[in-house]
């Protein structure tokens, strides 16, 4: 069965430091791999994925991610935060034969100033 | 931009009563999904939704709950009888493809509350 663990709760940082979300999964098959971001008061909203091809992936907002198959991760990093940034994180994964979403617990980024 | 819209955003209930939670999903999408998320853990998929039939449900998803799609505009989640467990934050998703490829697109969700 698939499951996805993120084992940071809360990462707090500050603006203009460079940041890493950690994400690891298991999975028995190929798998696709996501990040959402979920802002105050909002919706889940995707900031990146891996399909196939290049294992670093880009997203909006300046995030990448980098897909490790050996070391089943899929970090989220972004070089310099920015305040609005704050917002809860939530890595997922996808079997190849599925169309549902397996989320992680989510990591909560608190940027001050 | 499109969006998925949800409503209510928040509606409180008694146990026992029946709830209906609406979405109104991306115009041109043609595969819908719920979620939920109880209050401090992970977000869980519910269930998947194509060509007026469910396509995937997860074990949370019992004889309990149940979707429609009333009209083609609506995406509806029912529950029968609320219970206390069910109290979290309902997600409504549309995808225009199956599968990975295609992007879920989430609404901002309902928070349901039973006393």
């Known amino acids: 069965a698939q499951s996805v663990t993120q084992l940071d709760s809360q990462v707090p940082v500050f603006e203009e430091a460079p940041v890493e979300l950690r994400c690891n999964y298991s999975?028995?098959?190929?798998?696709?791999l996501f990040w959402y971001v979920q802002y105050p008061n909002q919706g889940l909203q995707l900031l990146l994925k891996?399909?196939?091809?290049?294992?670093l992936v880009k997203g909006i907002n300046g995030f990448e991610a980098e897909f490790n198959k050996s070391q089943t991760s899929f970090h989220l990093r972004k070089p310099s935060v920015h305040i609005s940034d704050t917002a809860e994180y939530f890595c997922?994964?996808?079997?190849?034969?599925?169309?549902?979403?397996?989320f992680g617990t989510g990591t909560r980024l608190q940027v001050f100033p | 931009e499109p969006e998925v819209t949800q409503t209510p955003s928040h509606q409180v209930t008694q146990m026992g009563q029946e709830v209906i939670l609406r979405c109104v999903p991306i115009?041109?999408?043609?595969?819908f999904y719920w979620y939920r998320q109880i209050l401090g853990q992970k977000v869980e998929f519910l269930v998947s939704?194509?060509?007026?039939?469910?396509?995937?449900k997860s074990e949370i998803f019992d004889d309990q709950f149940s979707v429609e799609r009333p009209d083609g505009s609506n995406f509806t989640l029912k529950i029968r009888s609320t219970k206390l467990e069910d109290s979290a934050m309902y997600f409504c998703?549309?995808?225009?493809?199956?599968?990975?490829?295609?992007?879920?697109?989430f609404g901002e969700g309902s928070r349901l509350t039973v006393l």
């Open positions: 998703a549309s995808s225009a493809w199956t599968g990975a490829a295609g992007e879920l697109f």
């Open positions: 999975s028995s098959v190929s798998v696709y």
């Open positions: 891996y399909l196939s091809g290049s294992t």
């Open positions: 997922a994964v996808s079997e190849s034969n599925t169309d549902k979403l397996i």
């Open positions: 115009s041109n999408h043609l595969y």
């Open positions: 939704f194509y060509n007026n039939e469910i396509s995937e």
